[in-house]
C-alpha cells in the first residue's frame, strides 16, 4: 500500500503530520497499529485475521474493506453468525451507504445484487453450493465473529463456507482472542492456496479490572477464595451483601448484568425497579423516546408494552431470545441512549452487538450445556467481559463474577477467569443436504472435501476419522434410501439437495406423495410441527382430532423410519422428530388471529413464537423453490401469506428499524475524538 501522504487526499486514509510519528486516520478516527497493519493487508490484496479483545476495533477493519469495494467497483460480503446481528449491521450500513446495501437472511432479501450483500453465514454457504457464480465479482467476505467456528452445532458452516468459497474471494475474518490462531491461518492458506496475515493483539483500548463477589463476602480476591470454600457453610448466618447495592453505590453504572436463564433476567429486572437511577428530567427523556419508538415501530398498543415501559422507567429493562424481536430492538436503541442504566440480559446480547458499559456482572459463572452445568469456558467469559469500558468515555471497565460456594470451586473460577482462552475446534459435520450437493459434483471424490477440513490439520486425528466414518455411514444411507442411483441424484435427491435443515423431512414425505393431497390448514399445521423445538412444561391447545389425527400418524410413521435407518447404520444424531403441539396456535394464527390472542392458545414466549412461524416460512420457501412443476408451489404460497403477516413479518421489522434513525441524547456524554469502532 502506498503510504498516505499529509494533508487532504481522495484516499480514505489520511495522515496527520503535527505528531512526532505520522498518525494514520480513517473516518476520522486515529488508527491503532493492528488497524493499520490489517488494512495494508487488505490493500495488498490477502486474506486477513484479526484476533482481539471485544471492543478492541475490530470493525473499522471490515468497513475499510467495504470502503475498498465501493471505491473499485468490487463486491464484498459481509456473514455475520446469527440474524439479529444481520439485521442491525444492515441498518448501520443502510444509514452509511444508502441504496448500495443487500440482505440475505432466509427471512429477508432486499437487495441482493448490492455491492455491499450482508449476510449469514448459512447463507452464504447455501448460496456457494447453489450458484457460487453469483459471487464472481465479490473481492473479499468478512466472516464476523468467526471463533463461531467452534460452535458445536452450527460450528460446520463456517469450515464448508471456507474450503468451498470460490478462491477468487479473501477474507477478513474477526474474532475475540483464540490460542491456535496461527494453526487457524495455515490451515487456510492450505486450503485457500492463498496468503494469509495473521494480525492480533492483547490490548484493550479500555483496560478491564476484575472482581469476584460472595454474598457472604462482598468482593474477595481470588486467592482469598480458597479459605473461604474451607469454611464450609459457617457464612449461611451472616448478613447478605447485594452486588448491584456495590455497583449503584460505587457509581459504576451503566451494567450489563448477564444471566443464562431468560425468565431470571425479567425477575431479576422487576426486582431492581426499586432502584433510584433516574432523576426526573432522564425519566421523561427515556420515557419520550420509548414512546417514540413504540410508535414508529407500531407496537404502541402489543401486549406487554407497558410493562416493559415501567420498567424503562426506572432506567431498567431486560433483553433476550424469547422477547417478541420488535421489543428487543427498541431495548438496543434505549441502551445506546446512555439512559438505561442497567440490563439484565442473556449471552446473545455479547455476540457481536456494539453497546458496551461502563460495567459487566455474570449471575454465575456456570451454564447449562443442555445436559447438566458446567463451568463457562474462558473464552465465553471475556466475550461477554469485553462489553465492560465505553471507549472516549471510561478509563478502565469494570467486571463483577457472582461466585456461589456451594457449587463453584477455586479451580474452576480460576480456570474461566484467569485462565488461557481456549483453541477452536474443528467441528466439520457435513449435513444430508451437503453431502448430496457435494457427491452431485464430485462423487466418491467427495472424501477428499474431508480431508481439507480444519479436524485434518488439529493434533489429534481422531476428528477427522470420525467424519470420514461419518460421511461414509450417511452416504451409504443415502444410496439405500434411493437419493443417489449410481452417480446421479435421484428425483427425491435433488429436493433434498434444494432443501437446507430439514432436508430429509421435506424429501421423504415428497418420496411417499405425502403432499398432494394436504390443503392449507394442514400444509401449515405440518410445516410448524417439522421446524417446532418443544421447551418443558409449555402449554398449547390442541386442534380438533379429526384436522390432525391422520396428518400427525402418517407424518411421525416417515420420520420414524427415517431414524430407524439412521441408527442401524451407526448414526447416533438422528434427524429431529416432528412435533404437533404448536399446531393450536399455528391453526389460530393462520386462520386470522391477532397476535395478542394467541396469549389464549399457549403460553411459549413471543420470541419463540414468532421464530417458529418464521422458520416455517423459510423451510416453506426451500421447499417452494425445491419442487417445481408441482401445483403444491402455488399452495405453499398461498400458506406463506397466511402466517408472514404482522409482527412475524421480518422484513417489515428490518424496513420499519432502518426507517428509524439512531437514537440521539443529546444530554448524553459524548464519545471522546479518537474513540474507535
Known sequence: MTEPQPGPSDDPLSTESTAPTPEIRFKGFRLYAFQVEAIRAIEEGRSVIVAAPTGAGKTIIAEYAIEKALREGTRVVYTSPVKALSNQKYRDFNAAYPDRIGIMTGDVTLNPGAPVLIMTTEIFRNTIFEDESRFHDVAFCIFDEIHYMDDEERGTVWEESIIFAPPSIRFVCLSATIANLDEFARWIEDVRASSVQVVKTLERPVPLKHYLFVEELGVVKLNELKSVFGRGGQHKRRKKFNLLDHVQKEKLLPCLYFSFSRRDCELKARENMHRDLLDSAERERILRLFDDLAEQYKVASMHGIQRLRRLVSRGVAFHHAGMLPTFKEIVERLFTSGLLRLLFTTETFALGVNMPARTVAFNTLRKFNGVTFEPMSTLDYYQMAGRAGRQGIDTVGYVYALVDLKWDSHKSIRNTVYGRIEPILSRFNLSYSTILTLYQRMGNRIFKAVEKSFGSVQKTPTAWKRDIQALTRKLGLLKDCYYVDGTELTEK???????????????????????????????????????????????????????????????????VGFQRKEKQRGLDDTIRDVNFDMSGPAFAWANGCRFEELRNYTDLSDGDLVRTFRLAIQLMRQARKAMRGTDLRERLGRCMERINRDVIDAERQLQLGAAVGPVVEPDAEPPAEDSRS
Open 493 to 559: 435427491g435433488l429436493v433434498a439437495a434444494s432443501v437446507n435443515g430439514y432436508e430429509i423431512h421435506i424429501a421423504e414425505l415428497f418420496s411417499w406423495d405425502y403432499f398432494r393431497n394436504l390443503d392449507e390448514d394442514r400444509l401449515i399445521l405440518l410445516f410448524t410441527a417439522i421446524v417446532f423445538e418443544p421447551r418443558r412444561y409449555e402449554y398449547h391447545t390442541k386442534v380438533r382430532r379429526e384436522l390432525i389425527r391422520e396428518l400427525k400418524d402418517e407424518a411421525t410413521k416417515v420420520i
